[in-house]
């Protein structure tokens, strides 16, 4: 972006902020394909519109924009006053004229970016919190970023899919689905098997746990929770179970 680059040299951070950079173009690019009148239909979210997606991608990196500005100066500032608040906000941007949703759109990403472009290298280890309560550090803000681009991309619902997603993103989300799962949900949790990855270490399987298998991307699309369970098998047999919640 620009002339300028990052500050950070670290070349973990500088490669997620490369993927985070990329969603951000699919996004882009998949809003630009929608005409206006388009923007009104329905997503792949149930009870959302595009716009309602739109608002919320871009109420989004308001959000990140507000932690990333909170690990550069130490002054707490929360992705959003409580969960109401965030709501109430992404029905109203819903309702914006077309012109200004997609400035919205366009202005928070590139806003965003320059926070992070910005940001003082040792400030990335600064804990802030995100809006479900978890300590982070200032680098979780790329991948919470990361992942809302892409995914939202598809469920602008024009085309875009998990198998266009890179390789390193399905395995982050692949990662991130079964850390939440592990975390938020007791009693048996699937265990994820990619068809087209190398075995990945992990604890065995508790006993009783399902084991789900498929493509690496389609596994990422049903575990999310953005349906696509025909192509998937039980191990062992019998009917793939019902998708655990994730966010
Ligand atoms: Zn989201």
């Known amino acids: 972006m620009g002339a300028r680059s990052d500050r950070t040299q670290d070349p973990e951070i500088i490669a997620a902020l490369l993927l985070a950079r990329r969603g951000q173009a699919f996004f882009s690019r998949k809003l630009a394909e929608?005409?206006?009148?388009?923007?009104?239909?329905?997503?792949?979210?149930?009870?959302?519109?595009?716009?309602?997606?739109?608002a919320h991608v871009g109420l989004n990196a308001r959000a990140l924009t507000r932690l990333t500005e909170?690990?550069?100066?130490?002054?707490e500032t929360p992705m959003y006053d409580s969960p109401e608040a965030r709501d109430a906000e992404?029905?109203?941007?819903?309702?914006l004229p077309t012109r200004a949703l997609r400035h919205?759109?366009?202005?928070?990403?590139?806003?965003?970016?320059v926070e992070w472009r910005d940001l003082?290298?040792?400030a990335w280890e600064a804990v802030v919190r995100t809006?479900?309560?978890r300590e982070v550090p200032a680098t979780e803000t790329i991948w919470m970023r990361t992942r809302e681009v892409w995914i939202h991309a598809v469920d602008l619902d024009n085309g875009a899919t998990f198998r266009q997603f890179p390789p390193e993103l399905v395995d982050g989300l692949l990662t991130d689905v079964e850390r939440v799962w592990h975390r938020k949900h007791s009693g048996p949790i699937p265990v994820l098997e990619p068809t087209d990855r190398p075995a990945r270490t992990r604890e065995p399987a508790a006993d009783g746990a399902p084991r789900v298998r498929g493509r690496a991307?389609?596994?990422a699309r049903w575990a999310t929770g953005r349906g696509g369970v025909?192509?998937?098998?039980?191990?062992?047999?019998?009917?793939?179970?019902?998708?655990?919640?994730w966010l």
Do not use: N, Y
């Open 34 to 54: 929608l005409r206006d009148a388009e923007l009104d239909e329905p997503s792949l979210l149930s009870g959302w519109t595009r716009r309602h997606v739109i």
């Open 70 to 75: 909170w690990a550069a100066t130490g002054v």
């Open 90 to 95: 992404i029905e109203f941007a819903a309702t």
């Open 104 to 113: 919205l759109s366009a202005h928070a990403a590139v806003h965003l970016d």
């Open 120 to 122: 003082d290298p040792g």
């Open 131 to 133: 809006a479900q309560g």
């Open 217 to 219: 991307a389609d596994l």
């Open 230 to 245: 025909a192509p998937l098998e039980r191990v062992g047999g019998g009917p793939v179970p019902d998708v655990l919640s």
